[in-house]
């Protein structure tokens, strides 16, 4: 029975319905794979023909008949006449289309992962570059304008989900954009090393040797034409290891959205209260909740991205010069972007929608106000001589929070500590009499990072 389009709801993934996006799906659907490995065939009768070995009107043939074959067709074919064999029936697909002549210069001294292994590449690289960087760059730009904007706004900072020091939430939002700039560029930079090849069945250009002196100049040439490089050596396969590295960076890049997700479904528990994102959902049992359901769908797309992971690293051993335990496994990886472009496009959502509440964080700040100063006390403390800083000031702290009562109290009321409190300067007084402004340099950081990676992605800043 050959394949048909099917309802998406009858489709199994939750790519194909729930999660469907229809610009990724044009980048990384099997559709677009069949466009490049036919333009990977186009290629190479073109550079057949730059050698001599037809004429050009045959390549200019080949060309015009790839320009309506569907995966619908090739898979037809593929069920009906190539035997199961995915590139065996794109090659009939274009013999169709041709005549007797051009039939004969159709997948010229190919074998599959030619194509397969290229059109691969260029999937991810043309992906990575009309498809997933711009994406990020917009989540970038509302993550970097968010941040800017709230880069003096007084937060708690939290280790171990404990209130620790005196912070901004635009801090908290810059770093995460420094996380995700370094990642967006290393992207860049691995997609663009992702590489062709046109080396034969084990990678010995062995058919091609049979009419070049140097083989490895048609290969070059003919990646040229599709904007690739040929891998330094391979067999029947390119080296693995190049998309596994991309493949981990987008699974990085899915971490790093999940970790902020994370952070915004504590903001918003009940008794924090410090941030609303958009579009929350309420309770089909209880109305009056506001559930933070899109921080909560991209932290568990996460943890399908990085289950993935093991895929690629299963695929990477491979018996001499290829075998084909990845037939099916391999099939998958696109699923991996497709996901972490869903990702990306809810979370720029959520940052363009995003509530603060200012009240809230700077509430919640004063709940430990009382004793956070005891970090910078027990550095004072150390600073003019006291032997035992860090145990005096955790006793005092403690009691501060038990009693409810203020750190700087219990330190002016502490007879053993009257000689060194006489030596601080009008600024360590202050810090302990009032440490909501102990921020360090929270505020100067968060606009040095905006500043900076916005100048990389040509982002403009509020004013």
Same mark, same amino acid.
């Given at each position: 029975? %050959? ?20 610009? /990724? ?7 677009? *794979?069949? =466009?490049?490995?036919? %333009? ?18 045959? %390549? ?6 790839? /320009? ?75 993550? *970097? ?17 404990? +209130? ?5 939430? #635009? ?10 700039? @370094? ?5 860049? @930079? ?9 080396? #034969? ?33 391979? !067999? ?11 493949? !981990? ?10 970790? *902020? ?20 959902? /309420? ?41 084909? /335990?990845?037939?099916? @496994? ?23 929608? *995003?509530?603060? +509440?200012?009240?809230?964080?700077? =509430? ?5 106000? #009382? ?16 032997? @035992? ?26 007879? !053993? ?28 950081? !968060? ?17």
């Amino acid at each position: 029975m %050959a394949n048909t389009m099917l309802p998406p709801y009858s489709v199994v993934s939750p790519l194909g319905n729930r999660y469907y996006d229809a610009e /990724t799906a044009s980048y990384l659907a099997p559709e677009a *794979l069949l =466009r490049l490995m036919l %333009a990977c065939e186009v290629a190479l009768t073109d550079t057949v023909a730059e050698f001599g070995l037809c004429d050009l009107s045959i %390549a200019e043939e080949i060309r015009r008949a790839v /320009t309506d074959i569907t995966a619908e067709e090739v898979a037809e074919v593929e069920e009906a006449e190539a035997g199961g064999h995915d590139i065996r029936a794109v090659i009939l697909c274009i013999q169709k289309r041709v005549g007797p002549e051009a039939k004969a210069m159709v997948h010229w001294n190919a074998t599959s992962f030619d194509i397969r292994g290229t059109g691969e590449a260029l999937l991810y690289r043309v992906a990575q570059k009309e498809l997933i960087e711009p994406r990020l760059v917009k989540l970038m730009a509302a993550l *970097l304008r968010l941040a800017y904007r709230e880069a003096s706004t007084p937060q708690i900072g939290r280790t171990h989900l404990v +209130h620790a020091l005196p912070t901004t939430f #635009g801090r908290q939002l810059a770093w995460f954009a420094s996380r995700l700039g @370094s990642s967006i560029l290393k992207l860049r @930079s691995l997609a663009d090393e992702l590489p062709g090849k046109f080396s #034969g069945m084990i990678g010995g250009n062995h058919s091609a040797s049979l009419f070049f002196d140097d083989p490895e100049d048609f290969e070059r040439r003919m990646l040229a034409k599709l904007g690739l490089e040929p891998a330094e050596c391979s !067999t029947q396969i390119p080296p693995p290891e190049p998309t596994i590295r991309f493949l !981990t960076e987008l699974t990085i890049v899915s971490g790093i959205m999940a970790n *902020l997700a994370d952070n915004f479904r504590i903001l918003q528990m009940t008794e924090v209260d410090e941030i609303l994102e958009p579009g929350t959902s /309420t309770s089909s049992a209880a109305p009056h909740k506001r559930n933070p359901q899109l921080s909560e769908r991209i932290k568990s797309i996460w943890k399908i991205v990085v289950s993935r992971l093991i895929l690629p690293f299963l695929d990477q051993i491979s018996l001499f010069e290829r075998d084909l /335990t990845n037939s099916a @496994s391999a099939r998958t990886y696109p699923e991996t972007p497709a996901y972490v472009c869903y990702q990306v496009k809810k979370l720029t959502e959520i940052l363009d929608g *995003l509530t603060v +509440h200012r009240d809230k964080m700077l =509430r919640n700040m004063m709940i430990s106000l #009382g004793y956070i100063a005891s970090e910078p006390l027990q550095q004072i403390l150390r600073e003019h001589g006291h032997p @035992s800083a860090h145990e005096v000031v955790q006793t005092l702290a403690l009691r501060a929070r038990d009693e409810d009562v203020s750190l700087e109290s219990l330190v002016r009321a502490d007879p !053993t500590l009257q000689s060194f409190l006489e030596q601080f300067s009008e600024r360590e007084r202050a810090i302990l009499a009032d440490p909501s402004h102990y921020r360090g340099n929270s505020v100067e950081k !968060t606009i040095q990072l905006c500043q900076r990676w916005a100048e990389e992605f040509g982002i403009e800043l509020p004013a």
